[in-house]
């Protein structure tokens, strides 16, 4: 199908069809990278920053199965 016969349909559907459409696009996506180009997307440094905030606050300290070698 032609990206413009597929955009004339997607027009020509109500509102919330067409969100129900972009909400099927995203998990085409996300299920399958590599055909979507998504393969050569490379992980940025710090872009996990703010995703753990459920360590200890001992976290750092030394473990005391490892102090016959410290």
Sequence with gaps: ????ALYQNVQR???SLQQE??????FLLAKYPTSAGQ???KPRAGCMKGTFT???DDFN???EDFKDYQ
Excluded: E, H, Y
């Design 1 to 4: 199908m032609k990206t413009d």
């Design 13 to 15: 559907l109500p509102v």
């Design 21 to 26: 459409v972009s909400d099927f696009v995203g």
């Design 39 to 41: 393969s050569d997307r």
């Design 54 to 56: 459920m360590m200890s």
């Design 61 to 63: 300290a030394p473990l």
